[in-house]
């Protein structure tokens, strides 16, 4: 089955503590993206990776970090994590070319710093 | 940049239309995308419009008007299962990866 996978789906840490939000998918893609979501400001681009190894900053990347060394794996790095950070985040990948490849999610990690 | 404009709340009765507007301005353009969210869950893919025209797919049908930067998503026959935020996000030229407006949440009573 197709599809992008979060781990983990729930997560409850304190600042300062360094967490990794993992984000594999088993289509092939060579895009993928991290969103942040909070009410009223919709979903928002953290990073985005075009492919292994490129990887670029989103609307709000402070805070955050990235890395793509395998094309399935984008993982989401909060290096001290605070309370600001305290949201609902999703993992989404596309294809390129052409088409209109549309973005598949994640089913989301639900982040909460003290 | 980017800047998509949707209103943030509509109600409307279960059987009847409701339509969803989206405006954007951006440099470039390359496509814009309907996703569907329901509470809590990820974003799900409705529609894709590239070239101006109407796009229908079911009870669900997009619109787009390259032109004037507006898109709309009409829902016919509502359901209650049709309660949900509507996600406006458009692709810049050159991008693969859309930006999204702020949602529509819809909620749709007996």
């Known amino acids: 089955e197709a599809q992008v996978t979060q781990n983990p789906r729930y997560l409850i840490t304190v600042t300062g503590k360094k967490l990794t939000v993992t984000c594999s998918q088993n289509?092939?893609?060579?895009?993928m993206s991290w969103y942040r979501q909070d009410p009223g400001l919709g979903l928002r681009q953290i990073y985005y990776?075009?492919?292994?190894?490129?990887?670029d900053k989103g609307d709000v990347p402070e805070g955050y970090k990235v890395s793509r060394k395998e094309k399935r794996n984008f993982p989401l790095i909060l290096e001290s994590p605070s309370p600001n950070q305290t949201s609902l985040y999703f993992c989404?990948?596309?294809?390129?070319?052409?088409?209109?490849?549309?973005?598949?999610f994640g089913p989301g990690t639900r982040l909460t710093v003290l | 940049g980017q800047n998509i404009d949707q209103p943030t709340e509509m109600t409307a009765t279960e059987g009847a239309i409701v339509q969803i507007n989206c405006t954007y301005q951006?440099?470039?353009?390359?496509?814009l995308f309907w996703y569907q969210q329901h509470a809590g869950e990820a974003p799900t893919f409705l529609s894709y419009?590239?070239?101006?025209g109407l796009e229908e797919k079911g009870r669900f049908s997009s619109f787009l008007s390259r032109s004037k930067g507006y898109s709309y998503l009409l829902l016919k026959e509502l359901q209650m299962k049709d309660s949900a935020s509507y996600l406006c996000?458009?692709?810049?030229?050159?991008?693969?990866?859309?930006?999204f407006g702020r949602g529509t949440s819809l909620i749709v009573h007996p």
């Open positions: 996000a458009v692709r810049k030229g050159g991008s693969y990866i859309p930006t």
């Open positions: 289509m092939n893609h060579e895009y």
């Open positions: 990776s075009m492919n292994v190894e490129v990887t």
């Open positions: 951006t440099s470039g353009f390359n496509g």
């Open positions: 419009n590239v070239l101006d």
């Open positions: 989404a990948s596309n294809a390129g070319g052409q088409s209109y490849n549309e973005q598949f």
